[in-house]
T-cell receptor
Framework: AQKVTQAQTEISVVEKEDVTLDCVYETRDTTYYLFWYKQPPSGELVFLIRRNSFDEQNEISGRYSWNFQKSTSSFNFTITASQVVDSAVYFCALSELNYGGATNKLIFGTGTLLAVQP | DAMVIQNPRYQVTQFGKPVTLSCSQTLNHNVMYWYQQKSSQAPKLLFHYYDKDFNNEADTPDNFQSRRPNTSFCFLDIRSPGLGDAAMYLC??????????????FGQGTRLTVV
């Protein structure tokens, strides 16, 4: 069965600290995508990154970085030098592809609430 | 510049009174999704359209229906809302690109309250 586990329910850090959000997934598919989304208090889900199952390269985008390891089925997200504006719920998600890959059903983890204190 | 637009942002309905939530997109994406997100929970897919093909999730209650009259619009109908249907409803879109499907683009959601 497809499953995403985010074991950290809440994390609280002080501004400028680095923080890592953990994500572990389960799937039987050989082709899949992994995602991170940010959900601020306003409610919309903001796309952060997509990674396909054949690309294990780590990625850095500004203060954000992602570590994808198929051997441990993990896709962890690190925020460097956190800021108050980073406060939000962060969701890791796994896609289930249908119609030969044309549609993208997302299976979400339960989310991690990140609170960055000034 | 909003790309996936949901109306209204907040909806209050009476127990048992049919309600419709709407979603429109300016992205010309061929796939549209409806997710339900209850308080402090992860979003859960209710159904999606691939063009005109409707795909219902196995555990989506019959109380929830959807319509997609054209590429741009998709509606979520709740025939007889119960208190347990109070949630944020999120619409999303995606399309098939050269390297596979794109990421899902989400609207701001409609927060439904049932009184």
């Amino acid at each position: 069965a497809q499953k995403v586990t985010q074991a950290q329910t809440e994390i609280s850090v002080v501004e400028k600290e680095d923080v890592t959000l953990d994500c572990v997934y389960e799937t039987r598919d050989t082709t899949y995508y992994l995602f991170w989304y940010k959900q601020p208090p306003s409610g919309e889900l903001v796309f952060l990154i997509r990674r396909n199952s054949f690309d294990e390269q780590n990625e850095i985008s500004g203060r954000y970085s992602w570590n994808f390891q198929k051997s441990t089925s993990s896709f962890n997200f690190t925020i460097t030098a956190s800021q108050v504006v980073d406060s939000a719920v962060y969701f890791c998600a796994l896609s289930e592809l249908n119609y030969g890959g044309a549609t993208n059903k997302l299976i979400f983890g339960t989310g991690t609430l990140l609170a960055v204190q000034p | 510049d909003a790309m996936v637009i949901q109306n209204p942002r907040y909806q209050v309905t009476q127990f048992g009174k049919p309600v419709t939530l709407s979603c429109s997109q300016t992205l010309n994406h061929n796939v549209m999704y409806w997710y339900q997100q209850k308080s402090s929970q992860a979003p859960k897919l209710l159904f999606h359209y691939y063009d005109k093909d409707f795909n219902n999730e196995a555990d989506t209650p019959d109380n929830f229906q959807s319509r997609r009259p054209n590429t741009s619009f998709c509606f979520l109908d709740i025939r007889s809302p119960g208190l347990g249907d109070a949630a944020m409803y999120l619409c999303a879109t995606s399309r098939l690109a050269g390297t596979g499907t794109t990421e899902a683009f989400f609207g701001q959601g409609t927060r439904l309250t049932v009184v």
